[in-house]
């Protein structure tokens, strides 16, 4: 058990959540994540600590942000030294247009859970509860699994969204103490994983037979990325179905369209853009896709 003197990173606390888990939900957005995929939609989820954003579009070149530095990372407006900043934020508060954004924060399992019982009475009335996602929770274990024994002692229900790359000796802890895994299953192809993600898919396949042997099927839901140019099509759905069926797995798969939303998330952090194409899923590909897993014996269901 944590204590209440060690603290998280997050990045963001979401009400009204609809697409992470059953009913209305509050999403908690985990900083730090062990894959750097190519079409990721939260590129601020990476980095494990709080760094700065710059809106280009609302600054005004006053100089304000570059006077308050206390470490002297900026020499200018749009000139952030990334490697010399702390993401203190105090250029966040000198700045009178909001141009520059704080991501992440940190916090004690006890606050983060005082925010979020806030929002019972949607969960009890909606049959919803806690999304904790990212990023990716299980690269701060101590802190996550503090949160989810304190969620649990307040009667609500958690899901956890997990790209499946943790030690599998969190596997028992986390079985313990999640009512639901949303587990990210991208490419059957430990190649093709690794070339889009910057890992292979052995422990991340590893550790989803580990948890569904610990929990049962019914406390896991697969979720698919469905990219363009990566696994958008009924072959790759194939393989990934037939990896599931093996496994013995046989309820619902969430399939989760990419779109090119958070491609000006990057520019804001000072980095390229992804290398995927910025085109989004031909809606013409979704039947094929659920048909896959469809004809083995699961239930697709596209996400937002």
């Not at 058990?1 to 999403?27: E, N």
């Not at 908690?28 to 700065?52: D, M, R």
């Not at 990419?258 to 992804?274: D, E, F, I, S, V």
């Amino acid at each position: 058990m944590s204590r209440g003197a060690d603290k998280g990173v997050v990045f963001d606390v979401q009400p009204y959540a609809l697409y992470d888990g059953p009913g209305i939900r509050t999403a908690v957005y985990f900083k730090g994540c062990p894959l750097a995929c190519a079409w990721c939609h939260n590129p601020e989820s990476q980095n494990g600590t709080p760094e700065i954003g710059w809106w280009q579009d609302r600054c005004q070149g006053c100089g304000a942000c570059v006077e308050a530095c206390p470490h002297g990372a900026l020499s200018a407006p749009g000139a952030l030294d990334r490697a010399v900043c702390l993401g203190c934020g105090t250029c966040v508060e000198a700045c009178p247009n909001r141009a520059r954004e704080l991501l992440g924060y940190r916090i004690t399992p006890e606050a983060l859970v005082a925010k979020l019982v806030a929002d019972k009475p949607f969960f009890a009335n909606s049959g919803g509860g806690v999304t904790l996602t990212g990023g990716e929770p299980t690269a701060q274990p101590r802190f996550l699994l503090a949160v989810l024994a304190r969620l649990r002692a307040e009667g609500i229900h958690t899901a956890l969204e997990t790209c499946g790359l943790f030690k599998p000796a969190l596997v028992p802890e986390l079985a313990a103490s999640a009512d639901l895994f949303l587990y990210d299953l991208k490419h059957a192809d430990a190649e093709a994983h690794a070339a889009a993600t910057g890992a292979g898919n052995e422990r991340i396949l590893d550790n989803f037979a580990r948890l569904l042997a610990a929990v049962g099927p019914e406390r896991v839901i697969p979720r698919v990325p469905v990219v363009p140019g990566f696994n958008a099509d009924p072959e790759a759905a194939a393989a990934l179905a037939a990896l599931l069926a093996a496994r013995g797995y046989g309820g619902e798969v969430h399939l989760m369209p990419y779109h090119g939303w958070a491609r000006g998330k990057y520019q804001r952090l000072g980095r390229p853009p992804p290398a995927t194409p910025a085109r989004e899923l031909d809606a013409r590909l979704r039947d094929p896709i659920a048909a896959v897993f469809a004809a083995n014996h699961m239930t697709p269901v596209w996400g937002g």
